[in-house]
């Protein structure tokens, strides 16, 4: 991508995070980073957003909403491998403990993050629709 959107977003430079919308978990990981973003500049984007679907498509990625992605303003990580990158950007307990995992094998980490992703709406449940960003999240928020 190599272009500005509406919004003002270059992605030459944007980093960007992608989640189930719905998912309980993942709305806990967003509200985190939320809390706990070290810079306060990473764009949050639903998988269900009509901007992920044509963001997405155009780098030819069809992944269903049970992946995580993270955009670095040039390449994309999904599954465990995103988890890891964001986790970069947060400060806290919880990135750290993340990091722990690091050292273990990319098939071992989406092995488990595939498992809980598959049972993710039975461990956590999910909203019956997308999260809206308050007037506080609007910003980091791509629409």
Not at 29 to 53: C, G, H, T
Not at 68 to 87: L, M, R
Not at 95 to 105: G, N, Q, S, V
């Amino acid at each position: 991508m190599s272009s500005t959107d509406s919004n003002n977003i270059d992605y030459n430079s944007a980093r960007i995070v992608f989640f189930d919308g719905v998912c309980n978990i993942c709305n806990a990981f967003i509200d985190y980073l939320m809390r706990n973003s070290k810079n306060n500049d990473l764009k949050i984007a639903s998988l269900q957003s009509e901007f992920a679907n044509q963001f997405l498509s155009k780098e030819q990625l069809k992944l269903g909403y049970e992946t995580f992605i993270y955009y670095d303003g040039s390449s994309f990580s999904t599954a465990s491998k995103a988890v890891f990158q964001v986790s970069k950007e947060l400060n806290g307990f919880l990135p750290k403990f993340i990091r722990l995992f690091r050292a273990l094998p990319r098939f071992l980490t989406d092995k488990v993050y595939y498992l809980v992703a598959k049972n993710r709406y039975f461990l956590a449940g999910k909203r019956s629709t997308c999260r809206i960003p308050n007037k506080d999240e609007l910003a980091r928020f791509i629409t």
